[in-house]
């Protein structure tokens, strides 16, 4: 299973690095295609961007996350990015596709299965826990050893309460002759 982690993630990771190095070189073809989705973004910033930033940042993004997945690096937290990212992209594609020939609408059909299966592997890379356990099963791993020394707390305390009562009951007794 190491071998097929150590192959797979960087097979995967590859088409997110070059679609990032793409994006970053054509930042205006990719602010264009973009244009709908990130002026939403750039709307909603503090701070204003162009939209030529926000593909840049977006293609970076997926460079440094795609290195970070093949590197294999908080694999988990880059594949997150990138399912992002490739959602983002076949959003994107599948609206600026050509549909005028039948030709034409077999390719965005093509793209956007491809890029729903790298959206899908992204998905599965962050639930990969790589044979650790993850945060989920460690807490709940972690409720159900503090109940179990709970119970056990409590028989045990419940013992020695029980010892206690009989010493206060004969105690009480020898007090008052009842």
Known sequence: ??????????????SFIL???????HA????????PVLGRVSAALPVQASEQTLARALGGAQ???GALLAAGKFSRLAAVVLSAT???????????????????????????????????????????????????WRA????DAGMKAGKQAGKQGGKKAGKAGRVVREFAHDVTGN
Do not use: F, W
């Open 86 to 136: 490739a959602a983002l992209n076949a959003y994107v594609e599948y609206r600026s596709a050509g549909t005028d020939t039948r030709e034409a609408k077999a390719h965005r059909r093509s793209q956007l299965a491809k890029n729903i299966g790298l959206a899908g592997g992204a998905l599965l890379a962050a639930v990969d826990t790589a044979g650790r356990p993850g945060l989920a």
């Open 140 to 143: 709940g791993h972690l409720v």
């Open 1 to 14: 299973m190491i071998l097929i982690r150590a192959l797979a993630r960087p097979m995967l990771a590859s």
């Open 19 to 25: 679609s990032g190095v793409t994006q970053l070189r």
């Open 63 to 65: 460079i440094g996350a």
């Open 28 to 35: 205006e073809d990719t602010a264009r295609q973009l244009a």
